[in-house]
């Protein structure tokens, strides 16, 4: 059983405190040996640098949006018969937005948004924009959802880079 609860515990000081308590073991090791396990550890070391550093991993802001994303609501009757898409689909766009992939995310919740409307309000058509159309003719409580805004936020957000 894993000890660790990410909703109870802090991975950030965590691995602070791990990494401060290894470089201490270290420190006093490097009397005993010779020069191999101080270059191990300066690449072990050189390798974590580099995902905070040169990939800019912020892991204390990566726990802070993934405990801050929302909590994802089924009814049990789809629960039961579809869980895994809708929970896939949104867990990914969590772990986009977690670690600061805006488009990645974008994308999943976009995807996730056309997924529920084709299979649980069994609305077809080719065009997202189609879809959500006679989705909130069929259901007008979909009407206060804005889906279509935030389809139009998507196209922006993920053709963006073509524009600069």
Known sequence: ??????????????IDNA??????ILIYAYEDFEDQPEKSFKKAWGAWRFFTEGLDLDFSSINK????APELFIQPHVAQTEESPIVKLYNEAVKAYA????????????ALMEY???????VQGKA????????????P???????????????????NYETG
């Open 1 to 14: 059983m894993n000890p660790f609860d990410p909703l109870e515990d802090n991975p950030t000081a965590l």
């Open 19 to 24: 990494f401060d308590w290894l470089l201490n």
């Open 65 to 68: 949006k993934w405990l801050a």
């Open 99 to 110: 670690f600061g992939y805006r488009i990645a995310s974008m994308t999943m919740c976009r």
């Open 116 to 122: 529920m409307l084709r299979n649980h309000y069994n």
């Open 128 to 139: 997202l924009k189609n879809i959500i159309a006679i989705a909130e003719q069929r259901f």
């Open 141 to 159: 409580q979909l009407k206060k959802l804005k889906m279509d805004g935030k389809r139009l936020f998507a196209n922006k957000l993920l053709h």
